[in-house]
Structures are given as C-alpha cells and as structure tokens.
C-alpha cells in the first residue's frame, strides 16, 4: 500500500457462528455515544494487521483470527485525512468484557442488526461487504523467503544460502504477522534460507517446519510452468485441508501461481523479499489474497 500521510487506523468485524447464524461485534463509545467496529490507531512502526487484531482485542476483549481484508474507509478526523483498513475475523475467544472510558458497552448480533445499529453509513458499507463473503474455510500466509545476500558471492551450493543479517530481520517481523493467523502447520520450500525465513515463526508458535520440494524454483533443465503448477497444486492441496497454514516458497514461481489460482493473469504478483500475502479460500477456490 501507498505511503498515506493524515491518520492510519485499522480495525475489524470480529464474527462468531451461533445457532441463528453468523453473529458480528459491535462497540459503543461513550466519549462519541456511538456505535461503530472496534478500531484505533496505529502505534509507530506498526503493521495495519497487527493494529487490527490488536485494536479488537483491547476495544472489544476479542480474540480474533484475520481472513479477509474489507473495504478500507476514508474519512476526515481531527482536521486531517484519516484511512482506516479492516478485515474480517474469525472470533476464537474471549476473555470477557469489562467497560471502560474507550468503549462501555459492547453487542454480538446479526449483521442485518449490526447494519442498522451502527451510527456511521461507512460501517455500515464495510459490514455489506463482510455480509456478502463467502464461508472463509482456510487461511494461507504465503511468503518469499528473506532477504540472503547475492547469489554470486556465495560460495557453497545456491540451496545453503543464508538469510543475511537484513533477512534476519525480516523473517523475525513475518514471524509477528504469522501468529496473527494461528496457524496450525508451517511449510517451507527446500532451500536454507526458505526454512530460516520460518524458524522465528517455529519458535514462537512451537511448530516443526514440514519442507515441500513442490515450493521450490524450476531445477535446471525443468520447465518453469510445471514447477508453478506443482506450487499452485500444493498450495491448493494445503488449503483443501482447511484451517491456517504458513508458507514459505520463492520468487521465481509464487507469482505464477498466485496468478492460476486467482485467474488474473494480468495481475502482478511480484513479492519482494520477506513479503508476502494472506490468502482466504472457500473450499477449493482462492477466494482474496492481499498483500501482507
């Protein structure tokens, strides 16, 4: 996303499913006396994400799983331009809500409820959209692996290359935005520095890294396009699972897959070095995949 300059903000529709489907959170605010999604502002150096699932947790004591991002929403406030990111969460728990001066009061209803409670035509239009997703069954991190130094200066053979002290720090940072998701397994393609990328998110989430040589970039004498039909398929294959997972693969073939499993093949899927995207499927279909 752009450099944007005024106010960043994030938040989310925190969901839970309940016996008269799916019920949406709602905060009221006495300082306002409105109802709105929780929200708030970004700290210094904060990644809109981590902001999001931070900002429902504190507004709203929900424990909230990102899948999709919504309609982002733009607004004047405090006399500056205010853009505030959102995305759909999965509720997994809740510690149990105490009021405060930020939000005293809180309601879990349906989203036509939520629709007509919320005092803001702009919530109201972000929870249209979450209203019209389909059921999210999987969420993928995907990422390329770290930044590891030059291929040229590295002596040993190109599948032991390191990550470099500025990789370091990367994988360090994805391993943050990773345990947003909870994932249940992470998998790596077979490279050094694709598996290092992933261990900051293996300590922190006590997860083995599972190595799949289907991530990995064409051998030499292979084809390109079937070394990215073998990612695409895989990617698939651990989506088709269901629940969270955390990939690690490489720069020569996640774009071309992204790119079969959206259809878009005139989009640009070029991913950086400790990049990546979040990737919601409903059973078989790659539903969203934003850029982390």
Do not use: N
């Not at 292979?222 to 990612?231: N, R, V, Y």
């Amino acid at each position: 996303m752009a450099a944007v300059t005024g106010i960043r903000a994030a938040g989310g529709v925190a969901w839970r499913p309940t016996a008269d489907g799916v019920h949406v959170c709602v905060v009221h605010r006495p300082r306002y006396g409105d109802w709105t999604l929780p929200k708030g502002k970004l700290e210094p150096g904060e990644h809109a994400l981590a902001a999001a699932v931070r900002e429902v947790a504190e507004e709203a004591d929900v424990r909230g799983v990102p899948q999709v991002r919504l309609p982002s929403v733009r607004y004047r406030s405090e006399g500056q331009p205010k853009l505030v990111d959102y995305w759909s969460m999965l509720a997994v728990s809740s510690g149990g809500f105490q009021p405060g001066t930020e939000v005293d009061d809180i309601r879990w209803l349906a989203v036509d409820d939520a629709i007509r409670l919320v005092s803001y035509p702009h919530d109201a239009e972000v929870l249209a959209a979450f209203a019209a997703l389909p059921s999210v069954t999987a969420t993928v991190a995907l990422v390329r692996h770290a930044h590891a130094g030059k291929r040229a200066t590295w002596s040993g053979p190109d599948v032991g290359r390191p990550l470099d002290a500025e990789g370091w720090a990367q994988a360090t940072a994805l391993a943050g935005l990773i345990a947003l998701i909870r994932p249940a397994r992470l998998v790596s393609a077979s490279p050094r520095r694709c598996v290092q990328t992933l261990d900051p998110a293996a300590a922190l989430l006590d997860l083995p890294i599972e190595i799949c040589g289907d991530l990995d970039e064409p051998q030499p004498g292979q084809q390109s396009d079937e070394q990215i039909l073998a990612t695409a398929a895989r990617l698939l294959e651990l989506a088709v699972a269901g629940g969270q997972v955390a990939v690690c693969g490489q720069g020569k073939v996640l774009p071309g897959a992204l790119q079969r499993l959206t259809g878009r093949t005139d989009e640009d899927f070029a991913t950086p070095k400790g990049g990546g995207w979040l990737l919601a499927f409903t059973a078989d279909r790659l539903l969203t995949a934003d850029r982390l």
